[in-house]
């Protein structure tokens, strides 16, 4: 068993391949080109900009690989901005959980930790210097007017009667929205821009909203703030943010972030660009659905294994470098598309196969009784604990007359091709010896409680029987040896690969699979596993990865949480 690393020294070197141009991203390709030409004085400076409205998920890691990952590459920084302009929905629990995250995931943003509220008073100087040059107005309109007079994409919209309005008039009325003397919604400050553009984000935009609502650092020393919009861009100029990479969804945001940089003072001009958002098959990825299935009990919380939060994926097993190989995997694009869950499942096998030690581990037991093998005996036998890796290094495990197998691995009826259990069959218990069923021993209601078999001694360390060919090999734990624990087993958290797509009156919680967790509280483990601490990784043979829940294990009870089973049953 390993425990969890978090650091990421042991990544291979960039090989010739990759570093071709054709292999490299298109952001790679612009940032070198941007190097070459000397664009940004040489800078490479990035930034994750989470909102703390929710904690981060697999989406986010995609992003936060590559804002961080390009810096790292190209010798660049690479800031941590919260971007908490909307004070309603934003609480500390999320800012901490969102640091921790990150440096969970391996990255670190040094002493580069910033909050959008940091400059309120920035932004809210931009915004005069825009009333100044007649290029912002303070509009009466209420919010079901401006959307009217938005027009649609077919229409162009009409002017506000006070779009012309002076800007000293403007200016004034602007400080007395900052001064707290008009009621929360009564008037908002807007860009001048294009009411007929095509564009709506260019149709006099909101910069500037009256809100009575108690911010988590600034407290209630404002009750104006500024839209997301009108602070983005801004706090990326004033951080001296060289490439603002975004997701897709913001690509025509960008005239109104270039214009807003082009017509106020700010200290740089950053260039942003946009990649597709990381979509997966059989989850959610929207931080609103994600509340909502906290908030609805749907699941334990937002670190419930079931969840593609990177809490739920840490509990579940997942390791920092297995997400950052899939995020290198998945690779950046400018169209969407979804990803198989599978490619997750698969990065984190190929990260445990080498660390993660075998173990035996019944989870659904039936006791065989081995009637020849003297009572009250022991045996030791050798197991190996990583055929993956040498220096791993064997163990012992005791065979005693009585032992558990999984209810799974004895058929009553087996078909010819069933290799395992049956009346008069043989199998190989693994490391031990072969065993036949000689007699099955069910219950008042005809329920096989019991085996009872025979071993050949002859067929100890691996050695073939005589005469005979025995194919299946099975897991087993002593029985007087074994530690009871609980084992809960995952499966997708929805039942169909896209459950954002509902039908009308329908929501997506419609699609939650009812069999995504079952709890198994009667499984048996061969003795090492007693100690194991919390947050360990091990694979129980031929079940798949397991983890120790780092929360609910106790001393010398741990509870198990399968990671991944060993094979992708499902697509
Ligand atoms: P959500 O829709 O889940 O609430 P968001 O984009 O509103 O996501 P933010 O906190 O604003 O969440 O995101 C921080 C950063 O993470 C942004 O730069 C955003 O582009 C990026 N991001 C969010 N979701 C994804 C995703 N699925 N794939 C890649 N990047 C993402
Ligand atoms: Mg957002």
Redesign the pocket.
Known sequence: MSADHSKHDDEPAGSPEKDAEEHRNFLEQIIEHDLAAGTHEGRVHTR????P??YL?I??A??ICLNFGLAEQFDGLCNLRF?DTNPTKEELEYVESIKADIRWLGFDWGDRLYFTSDYFEELYGFARELIEQGLAYVDDLSLEEMREYRGSGAAPGRNSPHRDRAPEESRELFERMRAGEFEDGARVLRAKIDMASPNMNMRDPVLYRILRAHHHRTGDAWCIYPMYDFAHGQSDAIEGITHS???LE?ENHRPLYDWFIDNISVPSHPRQYE?A???LSYCV????K?VELVQGGHVSGWDDPRMITLSGLRRRGYTPESIRKFCERVGVARFYSTIEMSWLEDSIRADLNPRAERRMAVLRPLKVVIENFPEGETEELEAINNPEDPNAGTRKIPLTREVWIERDDFREDAPRKYFRLAPGKEVRLRYAYCITCTDVIKDAEGEVIELRCTYDPATGGGKKPEGRKVKGVIHWVSAAHAIGAKVRVYDHLFSVPDPNDVEEGGHFTDHLNPDSLEVLTDCRLEPSLADTAPGCHVQFERQGYFFTDPIDSQPGAPVFNRTVALRSSWK
């Open positions: 994750f900009p989470p909102e409205n929710g998920h989406g986010h995609k992003s971007d990479i975004c997701t913001f990649f958002r990381l979509n990825m929207s931080k609103r994600l």
